[in-house]
């Protein structure tokens, strides 16, 4: 018992560490980039780098997890990320900084991947909601205090990507010390006889869609908020202490509702409490368009939102859990993490392309747009048991 607690906690750690890249990397580039006189849309289309390498990386993720184990493919994911962020500091390029963006992806996914599946599949289905929650709770804490670092652009440029580098580094060594494991051989077998990777995936599309809505909104959510807002933010006056200090609620906030949400879901369903908080967050962007030049209004828009809908993709992912049987559980994850790569590439391109030809339309309006339809998806699906 105490092993397992150990293994969880240092794949928490992972997992904290893998929000606080990516909450570093959004606005830390998108500012500048921004400074350096790039359009907001060539803006969105590079921040969409990381995300493509996630999206091309996840069909080739199940086979080698069964292979190999989860500790060969959270090591090999984790020396990709830190080398990846160093490497940031030697040479300030448009497409070498691209693609490093993707190869961070592919290490991303392959963390997200391995650590997702061994603690949905190691964790029943009553506790699902909860354990799942601390999942999103400590990958929000890495992602509240990524956005910090963008002010250590003050003292050098290079500073953020060796900071965050070596933090990678030092969660990676704690990895060695963990006993690998390996998925089931009685689900791998399962998993086999389910024809190809291609028909698990378009299995599971079928059984658990309306679970991957989650992950897809909090893609859209997360990229717009930290790879858009930025540029969005300087144009309409704020500066980048303001901005630096208002990204990171979002994130802060979901740590106090992530696990009571989770919770709340066990009881009542998935389905009723997502359909709650995105309409809830609906009203929310709509009235923040109206008062988005003010601070505090934007203080109190990114906590509120940040407590409302931090936890769909966790509980997206504890959704998917209870639609699937067993042996589509390591293709359930992988779809989670694909819906999220699809949302968080559709964030920044059509929030940069918004800002270009409507500069005088909040771009506040296109969550909530977003945030509409996905209200109406959950409401007209026929009811599950979760």
């Not at 991957?212 to 717009?224: F, K, M, Q, S």
Request: glycine share 8%; with cysteine; net charge positive.
């Amino acid at each position: 018992m105490m092993l397992n607690q150990v293994r969880f906690w240092v794949l928490i750690s992972f997992v904290t560490i893998s929000g606080f890249a990516q909450g570093m990397l959004l606005p830390l580039l998108a500012i500048i980039l921004e400074q350096n006189g790039i359009s907001s849309s060539v803006n969105g289309l590079h921040a969409t780098g990381l995300y493509i390498g996630v999206l091309i990386s996840s069909p080739f993720m199940e086979a080698p997890l069964q292979k190999l184990g989860y500790k060969p493919i959270i090591l090999i994911g984790g020396l990709l990320v830190f080398s990846s962020l160093a490497l940031f500091s030697f040479w300030q390029s448009l497409w070498f900084w691209f693609v490093l963006r993707l190869i961070i992806g592919i290490g991303d996914q392959m963390l997200s991947f391995a650590t997702q599946t061994w603690i949905t599949s190691s964790t029943p289905q009553s506790k699902r909601g909860r354990t799942v929650a601390l999942y999103g709770l400590f990958f929000s804490l890495g992602f509240a205090l990524g956005p910090l670092m963008t002010r250590l652009l003050y003292i050098h440029e290079s500073l953020p990507f060796l900071i965050s580098a070596l933090l990678c580094a030092i969660v990676w060594g704690s990895m060695w010390f963990i006993r690998n494991e390996k998925v089931d051989e009685s689900e791998t077998i399962e998993t086999i006889q389910i024809s190809s990777v291609l028909s698990r995936f378009i299995q599971t599309t079928k059984l658990a869609w309306i679970a991957l809505l989650g992950p897809l909104a909090y893609g859209i959510l997360e990229a717009l908020l930290h790879g858009i807002f930025p540029i969005y933010g300087l144009r309409i006056g704020h500066d980048i202490e303001r901005i630096s200090a208002i990204i990171p609620l979002f994130s802060v906030a979901t740590l106090f509702t992530q696990v009571p949400l989770g919770a709340l879901s066990d009881r009542i369903g998935r389905r009723k409490v997502l359909t709650y908080v995105t309409g809830l967050g609906t009203v929310i962007f709509v009235v923040s368009a109206q008062f988005e030049q003010s601070y505090l209004a934007l203080m109190l828009t990114f906590a509120i939102a940040g407590m409302l809908l931090g936890s769909l993709f966790s509980m997206g992912v504890s959704y998917m859990a209870d639609l699937l049987p067993r042996q589509l559980l390591p293709a359930g994850n992988i779809m989670c993490g694909i819906s999220f790569s699809i949302g968080s590439m559709l964030g920044p391109y059509l929030g940069g392309l918004m800002i270009d030809l409507l500069p005088h339309l909040s771009f506040f309006y296109l969550i909530s747009a977003v945030l509409f339809i996905i209200t109406v998806l959950f409401l007209t699906k026929k009811n599950h048991a979760c």
